[in-house]
């Protein structure tokens, strides 16, 4: 498992007319989190993108437990729990700074994709590595 805290700090433009964050802030919230993940395991999106990947979007959840409001600090956690093959699930909680039950939760599903001829693809061997890495490293801190 690999988990990743990204803090954000809710803008007043995230809000909708009822001065709660608009319920789909949260999945461009997931992608921060998400690209911060990949960006801490090596793999920032414009180096997997180099390699000649994409990783679309094929699936996409979130359970609303209690609204965010403008000026809230979040913390949006990111986990990878498993070894992707060709796809990767990353599931995500969101927190209101100080509390202790998550507001969101929520996850997305991305297959790996051929930039060049768009279609799917296995995961890239170095995406792997770098995932199995850290993976391996996370489990020796926690033992």
Do not use: C
Request: proline share 6%.
């Amino acid at each position: 498992m690999i988990k990743q805290t990204t803090q954000i700090r809710v803008r007043y433009a995230d809000t909708d007319q009822m001065k709660f964050v608009y319920y789909g802030k949260y999945f461009e919230y997931f992608e921060q989190g998400r690209s911060d993940l990949l960006r801490t395991i090596g793999l920032p999106y414009p180096e997997v993108e180099r390699m000649g990947i994409f990783l679309p979007v094929i699936e996409a959840s979130a359970k609303y437990r209690k609204p965010a409001r403008y000026d809230d600090l979040l913390l949006v956690e990111t986990i990878m729990m498993e070894l992707p093959v060709a796809r990767v699930r990353i599931e995500y909680k969101v927190w209101r700074e100080a509390e202790e039950e998550p507001i969101v939760q929520g996850y997305t599903v991305h297959s790996f994709m051929n930039a060049e001829t768009g279609k799917p693809t296995r995961a890239p061997q170095v995406f792997l590595h770098a995932i199995e890495e850290n993976m391996k490293a996370n489990k020796e801190d926690n033992a």
